[in-house]
T-cell receptor, first 114, second 112 residues
Framework: EAQVTQNPRYLITVTGKKLTVTCSQN?????MSWYRQDPGLGLRQIYY???????DKGDVPEGYKVSRKEKRNFPLILESPSPNQTSLYFC?????????????FGEGSRLTVL | AQSVTQPDIHITVSEGASLELRCNYS??????LFWYVQSPGQGLQLLLK??????LVQGIKGFEAEFKRSQSSFNLRKPSVHWSDAAEYFC??????????FGDGTTLTVKP
């Protein structure tokens, strides 16, 4: 089954404790992206990747890192989480590199930073 | 920077009534426009998309949208709403070399 898988789905952590949210897709998509969703703010793009070893900042990259060492994986790293990073995070992928096609979304990862 | 505006935060319609959700995008080259739906606790699912050509596009679940360049709009419509259409709807713009922009979303409530 074609899917985007995120882990963990739910996480409560404390300020400053490094964490990684994994994202994996099995559709051989070139493009992958991370978003955060906050009430009233829609989805805001954090980072995206147009192919392996190619990543770039979205609109809200501060406090986050990403890597794209393999085509299927695009982990989101919070080196020193802070309470303002409490949010619902979505990973998405798309067949084409330039984000001109349909985005396939994971089910989301709800992160709480205390 | 490109932007997407959904003027309506919340819309309530009666089951069986028609629906129109508004979306405006900032001026730019021919945009790649999308409508997504998010049911509670779920990720987003694509309803329809516009790249070029026919300005009236059909999507899944009986939805359609019309691209109007003169009004910078891409409004979503459905002739008869079903209770299962209650969800949050997002208009989005892509194609800007990887960057994508979403509207703030419109929550649809369907009255029985």
């Amino acid at each position: 089954e074609a899917q985007v898988t995120q882990n963990p789905r739910y996480l409560i952590t404390v300020t400053g404790k490094k964490l990684t949210v994994t994202c994996s897709q099995n559709m051989n998509h070139e493009y992958m992206s991370w978003y955060r969703q906050d009430p009233g703010l829609g989805l805001r793009q954090i980072y995206y990747s147009m192919n392996v070893e190619v990543t770039d900042k979205g609109d809200v990259p501060e406090g986050y890192k990403v890597s794209r060492k393999e085509k299927r994986n695009f982990p989101l790293i919070l080196e020193s989480p802070s309470p303002n990073q409490t949010s619902l995070y979505f990973c998405a992928s798309s067949l084409r590199a330039a984000n001109t096609g349909e985005l396939f979304f994971g089910e989301g990862s709800r992160l709480t930073v205390l | 920077a490109q932007s997407v505006t959904q003027p309506d935060i919340h819309i309530t319609v009666s089951e069986g009534a028609s629906l129109e959700l508004r979306c405006n995008y900032s001026y730019g080259a021919t945009p790649y426009l999308f409508w997504y739906v998010q049911s509670p606790g779920q990720g987003l699912q694509l309803l329809l998309k516009y790249f070029s050509g026919d300005t009236l596009v059909q999507g899944i679940k009986g939805f359609e949208a019309e691209f109007k360049r003169s009004q910078s709009s891409f409004n979503l419509r459905k002739p008869s709403v079903h209770w299962s259409d209650a969800a949050e709807y997002f208009c989005a713009r892509g194609g800007n070399a990887g960057k994508s922009t979403f509207g703030d979303g419109t929550t649809l409530t369907v009255k029985p």
